[in-house]
C-alpha cells in the first residue's frame, strides 16, 4: 500500500523567512497530493491541493511543487508569520488518503 | 463548519465499558474514514469505508469495530479497551475516486482509564 514520508518533524524559522516541508510517496499511482494544517486544538484544514497532472500550484504565500518521476511533492510558504505556526500534513490519495507524520513549523517572531 | 459532525466532542470510559463514537456528514461524500490521532502516530488510518463498504482495515484491534450503516453516517465501537488508545478520533469524508478534499470532524478526545 501507499506509504507518505514527511520531513522534517519540526521547522523553526524566524519571521519573514521561508519554509519548506518535503514529502514522498511510494505508489506511483497516487493522483492527488493536498496539505493540511492543523492548529492546536482544532482539526486539520486543507490548505493547497494538487493533481498529478500538474507540477505546480501557487496561492498566495504558499506553493506546492510535485516531481512525479522522483515521487515526491513539497510545500513552500513564503513571508512566513507567527499564524502560519501549526502543524502540516501531507497526504497522497489512491484509493485512500494516507497522511505523513505532520511537521510541526514555529514562526518565531 | 465543515460538514463533518463527531459526537461526542470527549468521552472518558473504563476499559470494562462499551461506547461508539459517531460521525456524521451531510456533503454528499461516498467515502468516510477514521483516523487516531496520537503523539505517536500524529494522523493514523484506520478504517476506510467507500459506498458503505469497508475498503480498509489498516491492522485495526479488534476492539475498534467500524459500522457504516449509510454514506451519511459512520460509527465506531469500542469495547474492553487499553489506557494506550487513549487519543483523538478523527473522522474525515471525501468523494471517492473523484479526489478531493477530504473534510474532517472536530474530533472526540477519547480517555481510557
Known amino acids: 500500500g501507499e506509504n507518505v514520508e514527511q520531513h522534517p518533524s519540526t521547522l523553526s524559522v524566524q519571521e519573514g523567512d521561508s519554509a519548506v516541508i518535503k514529502c514522498t510517496y511510494s505508489?506511483?499511482?497516487?493522483?492527488?497530493f493536498p496539505w493540511y494544517k492543523q492548529e492546536l486544538g482544532k482539526r486539520p484544514q486543507l490548505i493547497i491541493d494538487i493533481r498529478s497532472n500538474v507540477g505546480e500550484k501557487k496561492d498566495q504565500r504558499i506553493a506546492v511543487t510535485l516531481n512525479k518521476t522522483a515521487k515526491h511533492f513539497s510545500l513552500h510558504i513564503t513571508e512566513t508569520q507567527p499564524e502560519d505556526s501549526a502543524v502540516y500534513f501531507c497526504a497522497a490519495f489512491r484509493n485512500k488518503l494516507v497522511f505523513g507524520a505532520g511537521t510541526i513549523l514555529r514562526v518565531k517572531s | 463548519e465543515t460538514g463533518v459532525t463527531q459526537t461526542p466532542r470527549h468521552l472518558v470510559m473504563g476499559m470494562t465499558n462499551k461506547k461508539s463514537l459517531k460521525c456524521e456528514q451531510h456533503?454528499?461524500?461516498?467515502?468516510m474514514y477514521w483516523y487516531k490521532q496520537s503523539a505517536k502516530k500524529p494522523l493514523e488510518l484506520m478504517f476506510v469505508?467507500?459506498?458503505?463498504?469497508?475498503?480498509e482495515n489498516n491492522s485495526v484491534p479488534s476492539r475498534f469495530s467500524p459500522e457504516c450503516p449509510n454514506s451519511s453516517h459512520l460509527f465506531l465501537h469500542l469495547h474492553t479497551l487499553q489506557p494506550e488508545d487513549s487519543a483523538l478520533y478523527l473522522c474525515?469524508?471525501?468523494?471517492?475516486?473523484?479526489?478531493?478534499?477530504?473534510?474532517f470532524g472536530q474530533g472526540t478526545r477519547l480517555t481510557v482509564v
Open positions: 469505508y467507500s459506498l458503505e463498504e469497508r475498503v
Open positions: 505508489d506511483s499511482a497516487s493522483n492527488y
Open positions: 456533503l454528499g461524500h461516498n467515502a
Open positions: 474525515a469524508s471525501s468523494q471517492e475516486r473523484s479526489p478531493g478534499e477530504a473534510f
